[in-house]
């Protein structure tokens, strides 16, 4: 099958993800529930803007990869489709996950809850890549690029980690969080150099 309409499907999706986060960032308000016009009412969103800054990023990674991923691709197999729409769900997701952690002010539950929606996703993209693997083969231009994916790897065992320092104190999650985050805004050139060669 053709690529093309997953990888417009998914662009379709990843832009409302990035639409329902910002639309869940509400008017601050003062004291008497009249729209807040100072630097003070804006100052209590921080915790909700920290996380959609953080969420904005993720999402732009995953939108980032996933297409490199499919300028590698020449056609897709069901299972593939099945693979992407499993991402798409977990990624779905990330609103929930980041509105949740930010109205809260980062507490444990919902910090957890955030990794643990990161470490899924980052499962799911694994087995998308797979899946689009096994329909290309190893000695394609896609299993040239993606080589042994260590970034891929390392991410899934700091979310790990992250998860459990956000047990411990929460901030130390959202800093592992931000630490895979920094990893994977380098952009990873793999799939254009194989292509470019």
Do not use: C
């Not at 910002?22 to 729209?35: C, G, W």
């Not at 929606?117 to 693997?133: N, P």
């Not at 931000?178 to 805004?185: M, P, R």
């Amino acid at each position: 099958m053709h690529k093309g309409r997953l990888e417009a499907f998914s662009d379709g999706v990843l832009a409302i993800i990035i639409t329902i986060m910002v639309l869940e960032m509400k008017v601050p308000h003062s004291h008497d529930e009249v729209a807040g016009a100072s630097f003070t009412d804006l100052a209590a969103l921080l915790p909700v803007f920290f996380s959609y800054v953080l969420s904005f990023v993720y999402v732009g990674i995953y939108w980032n990869n996933h297409h490199h991923l499919f300028q590698a691709t020449t056609r897709v197999g069901g299972g593939a489709l099945w693979a992407n729409l499993h991402l798409l769900f977990w990624l779905s997701l990330r609103p929930f996950a980041t509105g949740w952690m930010g109205e809260n002010h980062f507490a444990q539950a919902t910090v957890v809850l955030y990794g643990a929606v990161l470490t899924f996703a980052a499962v799911a993209y694994y087995i998308l890549v797979r899946a689009l693997l096994a329909h290309h083969g190893p000695d394609s231009a896609l299993g040239k690029a993606i080589g042994a994916d260590f970034k891929g790897r390392i991410s899934l065992v700091i979310y790990l980690v992250g998860i459990g320092l956000a047990l411990v104190q929460p901030w130390l999650g959202v800093a592992t969080y931000s630490v895979v985050a920094l990893i994977w805004l380098v952009p990873d050139r793999r799939i254009e150099r194989t292509l470019t060669h």
